[in-house]
């Protein structure tokens, strides 16, 4: 009995304790004796959830991809003290060797072409502009550019479409871009090329800025690269896991909660869909959001948009105490699963934070001041004297005082950044339809 329980003890050592590497590949009933010990083994609940993947998202936002959405895109310019006058946003895109495909020589790779679409926020009737150019590149090359064409760049684009613009902000328009490869620019045909990747900055005041990067998306994993991706012929980008990975359709992170007054402290949500036709009316996308405090405190509230949205906390229902003082200072938002007209689909977003303060800027300045005679000479303030100028019997007397001066001037200052939100990695199937 003693040996036999020494080993089974030595065999439970095994299967729990054997690394990765070692482990076989096959059910583990090809090591004798050990599968009844393993399947018997009581795991704790927690432990065991942890690796199992119920629905994986195939789209890896690390890597490069054959797409690139960036999700905020205002027009305009920004006068700045340092660069004279800037565009609102600026965008880079950067081509590197597909890192997935090892097999494929990069040496091959000539010019690569994208092509990219404007996307605005539904207008009033729910139809979403859009505007669509080339670029081209080479392997290992960059693309910069901005809705302005103006300022240091390698490229000028068509401006975007006049999309709807927020009352209450000084930022223009509101949308998204999107780019994806293509074979050339006379066939316009999507390829599979996971080496695309990119970021964008906006500048949201004349001393401040936040930037994004650019969300990748990779081709189906049966394409190889430089393969057609339209497997349907429909020109459309269809993120099925055959043409594209999918995208998710809930977003969830932390987030900070507002403030109002001095200093003010505005938070917002960017929320977008690529579930999108373009330049017709397109029907809203909505999803309730969860809000938690510190404590765990719940505060429910939902958005409505049309293809992309830009939300101040404040702004949503009931987003009025979503602030410092009846909520708290931190917290977390989980979004329920976007839909269109109950329909699943896609949605992605970003956090976006503007805090504005005062601040103080101190100087001392020193110099001399002269007064001229009649005063107590008897009686002159500290750092004062007297001064005697010109020759007998044309004498003048002055007194000289040399002063220093304190001065405080209060300056507006404005800090930005952002982050974007995490995914569930529970894929949604999703068509981007670029023509009308």
């Known amino acids: 009995?003693?040996?036999?329980?020494?080993?089974?003890?030595?065999?439970?050592?095994?299967?729990?304790?054997?690394?990765?590497?070692?482990?076989?590949?096959?059910?583990a009933a090809v090591w004798p004796g050990v599968s009844d010990v393993l399947l018997n083994v009581r795991v704790p609940a927690m432990?065991?959830?942890?690796?199992?993947r119920v629905a994986a998202w195939g789209e890896d936002s690390e890597e490069p991809g054959s797409v690139l959405v960036f999700p905020s895109v205002h027009t305009g310019r920004v006068n700045t003290a340092d660069a004279d006058v800037l565009p609102r946003t600026r965008f880079e895109i950067s081509v590197t060797c597909p890192p997935d495909d090892p097999d494929f020589d990069c040496s091959s790779v000539g010019t690569v072409y994208l092509r990219a679409h404007w996307v605005c926020g539904g207008d009033a009737t729910g139809v979403c502009a859009e505007v669509d150019f080339n670029l081209s590149t080479t392997l290992n090359g960059t693309i910069t550019f901005n809705t302005e064409n103006i300022g240091p760049r390698t490229d000028d684009v068509p401006a975007p479409p006049n999309c709807v613009s927020n009352g209450g902000e000084e930022e223009e328009g509101g949308g998204y871009l999107i780019v994806w490869v293509i074979d050339n620019p006379s066939s316009g045909r999507a390829i599979k090329f996971d080496g695309l990747i990119?970021?964008?900055?906006?500048?949201?005041?004349?001393?401040?800025?936040?930037?994004?990067?650019?969300?990748?998306?990779?081709?189906?994993?049966?394409?190889?690269?430089?393969?057609?991706?339209?497997?349907?012929g429909d020109t459309n980008l269809d993120f099925d896991d055959q043409e594209y990975k999918q995208v998710t359709g809930k977003v969830y992170g932390s987030i900070p909660y507002e403030q109002s007054g001095i200093p003010e402290r505005e938070t917002s949500l960017i929320l977008l869909t690529l579930d999108v036709h373009s330049n017709v009316q397109n029907p809203v996308t909505s999803a309730g959001l969860s809000f938690y405090n510190e404590g765990e405190r719940l505060h429910s509230s939902a958005v409505r948009f049309t293809c992309w949205g830009e939300f101040h906390l404040s702004d949503l229902p009931g987003g009025a105490d979503l602030n410092v003082f009846d909520f708290g200072k931190k917290g977390l938002v989980v979004s329920d699963p976007a839909v269109q007209d109950g329909t699943p689909v896609t949605m992605l977003g970003v956090v976006e934070r503007e805090e504005e303060f005062t601040f103080d800027v101190r100087g001392v300045g020193t110099g001399t001041v002269f007064i001229p005679i009649p005063v107590d000479l008897e009686n002159l303030p500290p750092g004062c004297?007297?001064?005697?100028?010109g020759r007998f019997p044309f004498i003048t007397a002055f007194i000289a005082c040399d002063i220093t001066v304190n001065t405080v001037t209060s300056v507006d200052a404005t800090r930005e950044w952002s982050y974007?939100?995490?995914?569930?990695?529970?894929?949604?199937?999703?068509?981007f339809l670029p023509k009308p």
């Open 1 to 27: 009995m003693c040996s036999l329980r020494n080993s089974l003890l030595l065999l439970l050592c095994i299967g729990v304790a054997a690394p990765a590497a070692a482990r076989p590949r096959g059910p």
């Open 47 to 52: 432990t065991a959830a942890r690796h199992i």
């Open 198 to 232: 990119g970021d964008e900055v906006i500048a949201g005041s004349s001393t401040s800025a936040r930037a994004h990067g650019a969300i990748p998306i990779q081709a189906g994993e049966g394409l190889a690269t430089l393969d057609l991706t339209d497997l349907n």
């Open 385 to 389: 004297r007297v001064i005697f100028r």
């Open 420 to 431: 974007p939100l995490l995914n569930d990695s529970k894929g949604v199937k999703t068509t």
